[in-house]
Structures are given as structure tokens and as C-alpha cells.
């Protein structure tokens, strides 16, 4: 046998003899579902209101809920609505819950979306400086965390940077950032980003 022994340390070994702090875990994650749902339950009925002024497939779309446990080593939930994924077009507002670290909402959009709804973005730089919304500077769009090589804040960026880089991406990613202490007032906080998201591209 090899003399080498795989050890636990005495942080570990202190928590893989207590069920406790993994059913709290998961009450959690059931809540935060919870939450979700109730979200979702609000967005859908606010699309009415913009039902003759998007898209027909983006008022049909379907809402999702997924979980996961290793995103950068942590868990989360996902709330995706409303959504329309194809291989070069995206339309999508996207919650997450990312353990120990934030809600996030995020609007994403490629392909025709993006080109429909930029200038649109470019006009609303004022209202997201305000608001201290984010921007993706990355050359992927499927990292939600907030490092430099992620999201800079559009309050720090002048009024070309901003335009240059919503013009040049090949995607455009705009987030919001709510802190887990804030978890009382989530669900309201992250409906209002949704309507801010939706008010940008409609008016």
C-alpha cells in the first residue's frame, strides 16, 4: 500500500461528522428556488406590458430554473427568462444565485438582438451609470463573476468607452450586482433591474 495517506484536516474532519450545516445547505437552496419561482411569477405577468413591443419568440419564451454545484467551486441557481438561445442569436435576462458571493441579473444579447437593441444601450448609459450596472469586457459571455477581466462598472467608463465597447463586442453583457446580506429585498431588487433591462429596450 502506498505509505502516502490521504488526510482530513481538522476543519473537514469537524464537518463530515455533522449532517446539520448540509441541511441547512440545502433549505437554502430550496429557498432561493423558492424566491426564483416568485420572481419569475412576476416577470411573466410584467411581460404583458411589453407584449407588442419585442419580439414574438421572446414573449413566448419559457422560463428556467437549474441548479449547479461547481460553479468556481461553489453552488448556484439559475433563472432564465426571458430567454431565446439559438446558435448565433441570444435574447436573455439571467439571475443567479452564486453561493457565498451575490445575485446577479443579467441582460445578454447576440447575433440580431444585438444589433436591434445597442444603440438603444448607448442612449442608456446615463440611467445604468446611476444604477451601477457592469459591463462584460470578456471574450467569452459565459463567466458571471466580477473580476476586472470579467465586468467593469459603467460609472468608471467614459461615455466612448462604453459605446466602443457595446459596438465592437460580439456580445453585449450588462449585470447587476445584490449582496447575499441583502437577501430580504432580492427578489424585489432583482425585479427592478428586470424592468430597467426591459424599459431600455423598449422605450
Request: hydrophobic residues 35%; proline residues 4%.
Amino acid at each position: 500500500m502506498d505509505s502516502t495517506k490521504i488526510r482530513l484536516s481538522p476543519e473537514e474532519e469537524a464537518l463530515v461528522i455533522r449532517p446539520d450545516w448540509i441541511l441547512t445547505k440545502n433549505n437554502v437552496i430550496q429557498k432561493t428556488q423558492k424566491l426564483f419561482s416568485s420572481l419569475q411569477a412576476g416577470e411573466q405577468k410584467a411581460m404583458g406590458t411589453y407584449i407588442d413591443l419585442v419580439p414574438p419568440e421572446i414573449i413566448d419564451s419559457t422560463a428556467k430554473i437549474s441548479r449547479g454545484e461547481n460553479y468556481r467551486g461553489l453552488p448556484y441557481l439559475v433563472l432564465d427568462y426571458p430567454k431565446y438561445f439559438s446558435k448565433e442569436d441570444v435574447f436573455a435576462i439571467r439571475m443567479l444565485f452564486w453561493w457565498g458571493n451575490f445575485f446577479s441579473a443579467t441582460l445578454h444579447l447576440s447575433g440580431s438582438y444585438k444589433k436591434e437593441y445597442q444603440n438603444k444601450i448607448i442612449q442608456s448609459i446615463d440611467l445604468l451609470k446611476n444604477n451601477d450596472f457592469f459591463i462584460c469586457v470578456n471574450q467569452t459571455p459565459w463567466e458571471y463573476h466580477f473580476e476586472p477581466d470579467n465586468y467593469l462598472p459603467i460609472n468608471e467608463m467614459k461615455a466612448d468607452q462604453f459605446r466602443n465597447r457595446v459596438n465592437e463586442n460580439a456580445f453585449i453583457k450588462l449585470s447587476g450586482k445584490i449582496s447575499i446580506e441583502q437577501w430580504n429585498d432580492a427578489e424585489k431588487k432583482l425585479f427592478e433591474i428586470f424592468c430597467q433591462y426591459m424599459n431600455i429596450l423598449t422605450n
